[in-house]
């Protein structure tokens, strides 16, 4: 008697165990009735039967073989979900923006097929666009953004993060103070988590900028009740399913999205990890908040609407 077997998703009647279903020929009879098969992983794509026949049987190098294509398939899927958009927002970074680009297309773009980097533009008056444009031209995978007005790193970020098409989203600035070779750590825990968040242990930046990261702990904790260590940290990798339904509840006016990102993934219960960036000082361009009394605004800003979502996040939580 022959043997004929199908692996797939079809139905279970169209798997035959006999000499086939050809013109003048009798219907075989269904695999599963056989005795000398049992059914495994049917609705997975995988084997769909294990051959208990004698060693060296013509079913057992069918059942290996189907193993071996089921695994391909399951790498295949994987290679296909595995694919990155590099998310940065840029503003008058004329003097980086080129190596920052390149830094992270060699180390990361070049590395994922498929992978793209989206640079936002935020309107730069420098030469920074021209810049952009001639390495969309050179480099397969860049993309850049430009706004209809200047709208802010929180808002240029936002637009940046909607724009990207893959998967994964990854957030970074174009500042070059964080290195591409640390993104390896966040990519190899994207199978466990929905969020992995970057945590610089020293930043690199002026008695300002450090206070204000300190004072964003006590206020995320006394407003939300959530200890975030480092929650405006720009090194974060993001499932875009995930990010989508945290966004949803941000609005698109927010000055500080990434920091609100931190704190609704973890009070709606995704799964979020951390992993510890190196923190380098900034190496040129134009840094865009400067003075006390403009991060004295800001920081009020930042206050009003971290309250305002959460009121209404609680009066949301409340009416579901």
């Not at 709208?151 to 909607?162: F, M, N, Q, V």
Request: include cysteine; hydrophobic fraction near 40%; aromatic fraction near 8%.
């Amino acid at each position: 008697m022959g043997l004929r077997f199908r692996v797939g998703r079809g139905a279970p009647d169209e798997t035959v165990f006999g000499g086939g279903v050809g013109p003048g020929q009798t219907p075989g009879v269904a695999l599963d009735s056989h005795p000398g098969f049992r059914r495994r992983n049917w609705h997975t794509g995988a084997c769909a039967f294990k051959c208990c026949g004698r060693p060296g049987s013509r079913g057992q190098l069918a059942a290996r073989r189907c193993r071996k294509l089921s695994e391909v398939a399951r790498c295949e899927s994987e290679a296909l979900h595995s694919v990155v958009s590099i998310v940065m927002p840029a503003y008058n970074e004329a003097d980086i923006i080129e190596a920052c680009v390149r830094e992270w297309y060699d180390e990361v773009a070049s590395r994922i097929p498929g992978s793209e980097i989206v640079v936002v533009d935020d309107c730069s008056t420098d030469n920074t666009g021209a810049i952009l444009c001639a390495l969309e031209k050179e480099l397969p995978g860049v993309r850049r953004l430009l706004l209809r007005c200047n709208s802010g790193h929180g808002r240029a970020l936002r637009e940046g993060l909607e724009y990207a098409t893959q998967p994964y989203a990854f957030q970074t600035d174009s500042d070059r103070q964080h290195l591409p070779s640390d993104f390896w750590k966040f990519w190899g825990a994207r199978n466990d988590y929905d969020f992995v968040f970057g945590i610089r242990p020293r930043r690199a930046d002026g008695a300002v900028r450090i206070a204000i990261t300190n004072a964003m702990r006590f206020l995320n904790l006394a407003i939300w009740g959530i200890w975030v260590q480092d929650a405006n940290c720009p090194f974060k990798l993001m499932r875009r399913d995930a990010l989508a339904k945290v966004l949803a509840r941000i609005p698109r006016d927010c000055f500080i999205p990434m920091v609100l990102v931190s704190v609704l993934a973890r009070r709606m219960k995704f799964r979020v990890s951390t992993e510890t960036v190196k923190h380098l000082p900034r190496k040129g361009g134009t840094q865009s908040l400067k003075g006390l009394m403009k991060w004295t605004r800001v920081s009020f800003t930042c206050a009003r609407q971290l309250l305002a979502i959460r009121l209404s996040y609680a009066i949301s939580r409340k009416d579901c």
